[in-house]
């Protein structure tokens, strides 16, 4: 089995809504960065949340009112619920569907009784991945310089912090995949990994959400995976890229390391 083969069979089965993630991904960053330039966001947005209770006005002004600038605006793509939910549900598809759904289908026994390594097979399919959701963090990057261009003024230091929350990206989906293939490697197929890799998400990102909004529960965030997911903040200056990549990287390799050993180890029916 050749890498780059394989690869063009992943990139085949899997096109279609990557596609549709890069095309939505890329028209809401230019979107957002046409708006912010044209309205006055900011004046209109802060006159309705001044009517919600403190809390939630001192939360929206450290997380949501940075995105009413322009370098803010620029992240808010990137952060926003639907963009992140579409990278998690591209991250998941790769491993749920050529792992679980091949095994189920049988597809997969019929791929490993030709001589192939098994080590090989997982390793490229996690690197096709991984070049799957670059490609789809370059729709975002190309259209933010896009947009910025436009509709703003380009600079190197807007490129290079563009650049920098690309990368947060792309780490945080090498993330999403890692886990997702590692339960793929140890679930006996079907639906399970798909549901529970959404629901591992999910459930992070809703306790990082009140671990904001509720005190008692911060000391919580650090050990959140969204905690090292932080466009925003990176964009304007106040980020730790550093610390999110080797804690992303990481992570992303102890996944893999354990996918690599479950997967070994299964017996493929």
């Given at each position: 089995?050749?890498?780059?083969?394989?690869?063009?069979?992943?990139?085949?089965?899997?096109?279609?809504?990557?596609?549709?993630?890069?095309?939505?991904?890329?028209?809401?960053?230019?979107?957002?960065?046409?708006?912010?330039?044209?309205?006055?966001?900011?004046?209109?947005?802060?006159?309705?949340?001044?009517?919600?209770?403190?809390?939630?006005?001192?939360?929206?002004?450290?997380?949501?009112?940075?995105?009413?600038t322009f370098d803010g605006a620029a992240a808010f793509g990137y952060n926003h619920p639907m963009v992140i939910a579409l990278i998690?549900?591209?991250?998941?598809?790769?491993?749920?569907?050529?792992?679980?759904?091949?095994?189920?289908?049988?597809?997969?026994?019929?791929?490993?009784?030709?001589?192939?390594?098994?080590?090989?097979?997982?390793?490229?399919?996690?690197?096709?991945?991984?070049?799957?959701?670059?490609?789809?963090?370059?729709?975002?990057?190309?259209?933010?310089?896009?947009?910025?261009?436009?509709?703003?003024?380009?600079?190197?230091?807007?490129?290079?912090?563009?650049?920098?929350?690309?990368?947060?990206?792309?780490?945080?989906?090498?993330?999403?995949?890692?886990?997702?293939?590692?339960?793929a490697s140890k679930s006996k197929g079907g639906g399970l990994t798909g549901s529970l890799s959404a629901m591992i998400a999910f459930?992070?990102?809703?306790?990082?959400?009140?671990s904001q909004l509720w005190s008692t529960l911060d000391f919580l965030l650090p050990y959140n995976i969204f905690y090292y997911y932080?466009?925003?903040?990176?964009?304007?200056?106040?980020?730790?890229?550093?610390?999110?990549?080797?804690?992303?990287?990481?992570?992303?390799?102890?996944?893999?390391?354990?996918?690599?050993?479950?997967?070994?180890?299964?017996?493929?029916?």
């Amino acid at each position: 089995m050749k890498a780059l083969s394989y690869f063009r069979m992943v990139w085949k089965t899997n096109k279609a809504f990557a596609i549709f993630t890069m095309a939505l991904l890329a028209s809401t960053q230019l979107l957002i960065l046409n708006l912010v330039t044209t309205f006055d966001t900011q004046a209109i947005i802060a006159s309705i949340v001044e009517q919600l209770p403190k809390n939630m006005q001192v939360f929206l002004k450290e997380s949501f009112f940075s995105t009413l600038t322009f370098d803010g605006a620029a992240a808010f793509g990137y952060n926003h619920p639907m963009v992140i939910a579409l990278i998690i549900v591209n991250a998941i598809n790769i491993p749920a569907r050529h792992i679980s759904r091949e095994l189920e289908s049988g597809t997969l026994e019929v791929l490993l009784s030709h001589p192939v390594k098994r080590n090989m097979f997982i390793t490229t399919l996690w690197a096709s991945g991984i070049v799957l959701l670059f490609l789809i963090t370059l729709s975002a990057f190309l259209s933010s310089i896009l947009g910025v261009y436009l509709f703003h003024q380009l600079s190197a230091d807007v490129v290079f912090k563009i650049l920098e929350i690309s990368l947060n990206m792309w780490l945080f989906s090498v993330l999403i995949l890692s886990y997702s293939l590692m339960i793929a490697s140890k679930s006996k197929g079907g639906g399970l990994t798909g549901s529970l890799s959404a629901m591992i998400a999910f459930v992070f990102y809703v306790v990082f959400l009140i671990s904001q909004l509720w005190s008692t529960l911060d000391f919580l965030l650090p050990y959140n995976i969204f905690y090292y997911y932080e466009p925003q903040q990176i964009m304007l200056g106040r980020g730790h890229i550093g610390l999110d990549t080797l804690v992303l990287v990481g992570l992303s390799g102890l996944c893999f390391g354990f996918s690599v050993i479950f997967f070994n180890k299964r017996d493929i029916p």
